[in-house]
């Protein structure tokens, strides 16, 4: 982000490290326009300083320091302070190259008859090296639960479900709902970049881009950029289907393939639909994995590409 884009207020002097005594802000509220002036770089911002010190005068009374909100909100403060500095650019993230990286963030979309806080305790179980590099929100399904969940005597209610379906998984009730359920939210807590899913709601998520691309759902919202699928299938409805994979799922594309998960040939089947998607096998079943050593270094891998794309995405 150019600092060009931002107006400052506070007049910075620096010396040794910080502000003399007798140097005052021009102007006290920080938030007031100022458009910037830059003299030979863009990053050098010429700034205008009134001083209490005169030479041969007579001594006047001594000022204040400078305001400590000015100089809170001065390039000098967010120069200094990497950390503050992300969070005003609206994105933390990882430096690399001398570049800071783009944190991705991504809306995760629980299984069926689960809940927000559980998948939250289901993907805390991969390395924090993985999880520092993500922003995730997880987000509860618009219904609650209308039957017994798998998970009960393992994680504590309450429960809830994305839309119903009949047994054979070819009829489904409510799913405009949910789609305008997740729209909603993406509008009033947005934006995010790409979407986390498991179970159900992984089978939800590998379907948006299409639908998105369709002009069926999400067409408020930016496209989905990124996709990671645990666990996953396709819709078989061809009301839904038909849109969602009438053309292939361009975006990067993660995918946990179990060994055992009843899933699995359904999973594979939705990977004929991604371009060049990644997988991670593990030899669980329907589960959220813990990663080894070498999902790790896939899963590392898979994230670098996006924060790269993301931040090039902003430079230019």
Known sequence: MMISQFRWSAAVHIERGRFPHDVVPVNNNCLEPWPLKFS?????????????????????????LIDPLAYSSSYYYYRKTLEKLRNYMGSQGSEE??????????????????SG?????QVGKWPESVLQKLDLVYLDGPFPALGKSDVEGIFDPPYYEWFQFNKEFSEYTNFDKCLEYIEDYII?????????????GAILSAALPGLQA??????????????IIIGGAKFKSPAVADDAYASPIQCPSLHFLGET???????????????????IHHPKGHTVP???????????SFIDKIQK??????QH
Not at 40 to 64: A, D, L, R, V, W
Not at 309 to 314: P, V
């Open 40 to 64: 030979h770089h863009p990053t050098q911002i010429q700034c205008t300083f009134h001083s209490s010190h005169t030479s041969g005068t007579e001594k006047k009374k001594k000022k204040k």
């Open 97 to 114: 190259g001398g570049s800071l990286l783009k944190k991705p963030r991504f809306l995760c979309l629980h299984g069926f008859r689960t």
């Open 117 to 121: 806080e559980i998948m939250k305790k």
């Open 188 to 200: 009033k807590q947005g934006p995010f970049d790409g979407l986390v899913g498991f179970s159900q």
């Open 214 to 227: 369709k002009g069926v759902a999400l067409t408020k919202v930016p496209k989905i950029k990124f996709l």
């Open 261 to 279: 998960d009843f899933l699995k040939p359904y999973g594979l089947e939705l990977l004929e639909h991604c371009v060049e998607p990644t997988i």
């Open 290 to 300: 813990r990663l080894d050593e070498k999902g790790l270094e896939t899963m590392m």
């Open 309 to 314: 794309a993301l931040t090039e995405k902003d």
